[in-house]
């Protein structure tokens, strides 16, 4: 039984990056098909959701999105958002 939780706890952890991830591939495809203010604001949206997810879910349950400290991630995450926000919002076609 230990067993079992420790499985569903271990892909539980998973799950936070795998969402960010999924956005992301929406994003890329986007881009990919020649929508790409679309595709990238759909990036920033996923550094968002990421800022926001590491923000909130405990240090063991975050897993591939911890890469420091809480408040550096978070920090980075949503700079980075913003950045390329910014960018997709004020290229001109």
């Known amino acids: 039984m230990n067993e079992q939780s420790g499985g569903k706890s271990r892909l539980s952890t998973h799950v936070p990056f795998g969402l960010v991830l999924l956005i992301?591939?929406?994003?890329?495809?986007?881009?990919?098909?020649?929508?790409?203010?679309?595709?990238?604001?759909?990036?920033?949206?996923?550094?968002?959701?990421?800022?926001?997810?590491?923000?909130?879910?405990?240090?063991?349950?975050?897993?591939?999105?911890?890469?420091?400290?809480r408040v550096v991630d978070v920090l980075l995450y949503s700079g980075f958002a913003v950045v390329i926000l910014a960018v997709a919002l004020t290229i001109k076609r």
Do not use: K
Not at 31 to 40: D, E, F, K, N, Y
Not at 44 to 57: K, T
């Open 24 to 69: 992301a591939a929406i994003g890329f495809l986007l881009v990919a098909m020649q929508h790409w203010r679309r595709g990238t604001v759909l990036l920033a949206v996923a550094l968002l959701v990421a800022a926001g997810m590491r923000a909130v879910i405990p240090q063991e349950r975050t897993g591939l999105l911890t890469i420091r400290s």
